[in-house]
């Protein structure tokens, strides 16, 4: 088993800046990308940012030069710095994981349980 752990979420006034943090733990071989996305009441859920093992980054065009994210390899944690928030960014957070389980050649994508930012005008 692989989890997910978010924190980081709350409320801020916009321009503001948030930091989110999601830590990976349990069965992991090895982490193939991290990344998160959003989901705003009755919209769908969308790729905000993701990084891959060997560092590449992408972004959703919204937050380009607004949202870095970054990873620590030792802890299996992905940051996702958010500055110059606009109250569009209001939404669920989830971190999403694609990990080699330990042990095997077995590809499994995880989710976090969601930490919620709210952008006020």
């Known amino acids: 088993q692989v989890q997910l752990v978010e924190s980081g979420g709350g409320l801020v006034q916009a321009g503001g800046s948030l930091r989110l943090s999601c830590s990976a733990s349990g069965s992991i071989g090895s982490i193939h990308v991290m990344g998160w996305y959003r989901q705003a009441l009755g919209r769908q859920r969308e790729l905000v940012a993701d990084i891959t093992s060997g560092g590449s980054t992408n972004y959703e065009d919204s937050v380009k030069g607004r949202f870095t994210i970054s990873k620590d390899n030792v802890k299996n944690t992905v940051y996702l710095q958010m500055n110059s928030l606009k109250p569009e960014d209001t939404a669920v957070y989830y971190c999403?994981?694609?990990?080699?389980?330990?042990?095997?050649?077995?590809?499994?994508?995880?989710w976090g349980q969601g930490t919620l930012v709210t952008v006020s005008s």
């Open positions: 999403n994981a694609l990990v080699i389980v330990a042990g095997s050649e077995a590809f499994l994508e995880v």
